[in-house]
């Protein structure tokens, strides 16, 4: 397939949905990798930031146009959903989830509640991405060997490195998991290089029963790696993989992201473009809002598998209609928007 000719990549949506059933999961002490979950959902957004399906599709940010619009439309797919999910709880809970005290902050993004550390890190991300990326292409303008594609993955993962690393020396109190998200680059420009040369691209296509291995090899180790797992082996201390190495962690999901995006007439393309994945991955932001706050209504449930069931249909018998209602309502600015601009 042409690489310009495909704008969209299902299965990568398809693991965005399994990402957001690994968090639910999670909430509900079910295998506990939401930080793999996490960690999946950032190396996404990296890897479609610079949309690898076009050729510099990154040089829009060099235009000081580009940039704000592209913070208008993540502000108005992220935005509403994160205030009028906030403006419910509150209506219908008051001060019982959220504290008081958090209130505010939650609104200006300074500090948050538990699970909403999410949307608070990935705003800081996407406001700094945009910027970044436009320093690096002007200086890639200069220095020529960072105009290949396979260099400017190697640089993505050294600064996702540096990044981590100043993290844990700095001691810095907020976490954007900006070095996730720029794993979520790397990937997108090896993929680029790969797809543009056609004699590799082609070489790694026959190779799908190796891809196919490494994709389970990877979705095995999501499951070996969970904290019930893990525990049951040393029941005096508690780990969570997908946390305590954040990096490490974004790497391997990373792997799993280039393989599924490769192999795309695979078997596990086909799983990952299903409908029900799909589904969850549409909803996958009003799901990971919701979840935690409807926990409550099943406490009195000791079996955390029917309690995840419960919780699962509950927030996407929330979620759909407010995402139907969001669509339309954005469709509807942004139609206004073009005719005005």
């Known amino acids: 397939m042409d690489l310009e000719g495909k704008k969209r990549c299902l299965q990568i949506d398809g693991l965005r949905g399994i990402a957001i059933l690994l968090v639910i999961l999670s909430h509900n002490n079910i295998l506990n990798q939401g930080g793999v979950s996490n960690a999946i959902f950032f190396t996404i957004s990296g890897f479609l ?3 690898p399906f076009a050729e510099d599709y990154e040089r829009k940010f060099l235009s000081p146009k580009n940039i704000l619009r592209f913070y208008g439309n993540r502000a108005l797919r992220l935005l509403p959903t994160y205030y009028i999910v906030l403006l419910f709880v509150f209506i ?21 509640y538990e699970h909403l550390w999410y949307i608070h890190a990935l705003v800081r991300t996407l406001l700094i991405a945009p910027v970044i990326m436009t ?34 020396r700095l001691s810095i109190p907020f976490d954007n998991r900006l070095y996730q998200f720029m794993v979520g ?22 190779m799908s029963l ?8 990877l979705f095995l180790m ?23 190495f954040p990096l490490l962690t974004a790497l391997f ?28 991955s549409r909803l996958s932001l009003p799901l990971y809002l919701i979840n935690s706050f409807v926990l409550f209504l099943y406490d009195g449930i000791k079996s955390d598998i029917l309690r995840f069931i419960c919780v699962l249909a509950t927030t996407v018998a929330l979620s759909w209609p407010l995402d139907l ?6 469709k509807v600015i942004s139609s206004r928007a073009r005719k005005t601009s």
């Open 49 to 51: 930031f610079i949309n």
């Open 92 to 112: 219908l809970t008051g001060y019982r989830i959220i504290p008081k005290i958090l209130w505010i902050p939650n609104l200006y993004f300074t500090n948050f």
């Open 135 to 168: 320093v690096f292409i002007r200086i890639s303008d200069r220095v020529k060997p960072l105009q290949n594609d396979l260099v400017r993955s190697l640089v993505f993962i050294i600064a996702a490195t540096v990044v981590r690393l100043s993290y844990i």
């Open 185 to 206: 680059i790397s990937v997108a420009y090896m993929f680029r290089f790969i797809r543009k040369d056609k004699k590799l691209y082609k070489a790694i296509s026959n």
């Open 210 to 217: 190796l891809g196919n291995t490494i994709i389970t090899s």
């Open 222 to 244: 999501i499951v070996l790696s969970s904290g019930d797992v893990i525990n049951m082996l040393d029941h005096e201390k508690y780990i969570l993989v997908g946390w305590q």
């Open 253 to 280: 999901s990373g792997v799993l992201l280039l393989c599924i995006a490769l192999y795309d007439r695979s078997f596990y393309a086909k799983i990952l473009s299903s409908k029900p994945l799909l589904f969850f």
């Open 325 to 330: 209602i969001l669509n339309k309502a954005i």
